[in-house]
């Protein structure tokens, strides 16, 4: 069971994180912890006279999982007006430092819907604090086709190893009410 331990969030809205925070994943790194997390960065309006959010990932570090520190720029930022959201960050150490997942959507355009649906990236570091972005690795070998569970839609991974052979488990279409499921990594010889 859990028990909360203070009332108010570790992470609030502000300076910031202007419009909240949350769906984070927390990792301990040599002497501290470190946390991945989705910044809800501002509102803009849409073509159809609606808003919607935008977001980013950001990181910050702690000695003691209560009190954090957040840097100062974004983690993982978004590229282009292309892009309005970057959400649901995965962090795994690997031999060269470390590598995160994370799912990447564009803007309401009326003329074409499918710019919403979010589609899965990928970025690396050497340190856990400073990001490539390397969108264009995250690529399948049978890549979905139309009319399976995840042709419109790939999100939310999250990344297991066992004995050696490691998983990408991702919610497929419509945010995963056509199912989840998993890809096995293809490494090269």
């Known amino acids: 069971t859990f028990d909360r331990v203070e009332a108010p969030p570790i992470l609030e809205p502000g300076p910031a994180n202007p ?3 949350g769906i984070a994943q927390v990792l301990r790194i040599a002497d501290r ?3 991945w997390f989705t910044s809800m960065r501002a509102w803009r309006d849409t073509p159809d006279g609606q808003a919607e959010p935008t977001y980013d990932i950001r990181h910050a ?12 720029q974004p983690t993982i930022s978004l590229r282009t007006p292309q892009e309005a959201g970057i959400v649901r960050p995965w962090v795994m ?13 564009g803007p309401f355009d009326p003329d074409n819907p499918a710019s919403r649906a979010y ?5 690396t570091s050497p340190d856990a604090r400073v990001w490539t972005r390397r969108d264009d690795q995250m690529r399948f070998d049978n890549p979905p086709v139309q009319g399976d569970w995840d042709y419109d ?3 939310y991974p999250t990344l297991s190893e066992d004995k050696g052979q490691r998983y990408l488990f991702y919610c497929g279409n419509d945010f995963g009410r056509f199912g989840f499921g998993y890809a096995t990594e293809v490494r090269a010889t």
């Open 93 to 105: 150490p690997d031999a060269d430092g470390f590598e995160m997942w994370y799912s990447v959507r």
């Open 33 to 35: 912890w470190h946390m």
């Open 119 to 123: 589609r899965l990236g990928y970025a």
């Open 153 to 155: 839609m790939q999100c």
């Open 19 to 21: 419009h909240g925070a």
């Open 61 to 72: 570090t702690s000695p003691d999982l209560r009190e954090w520190t957040q840097d100062d």
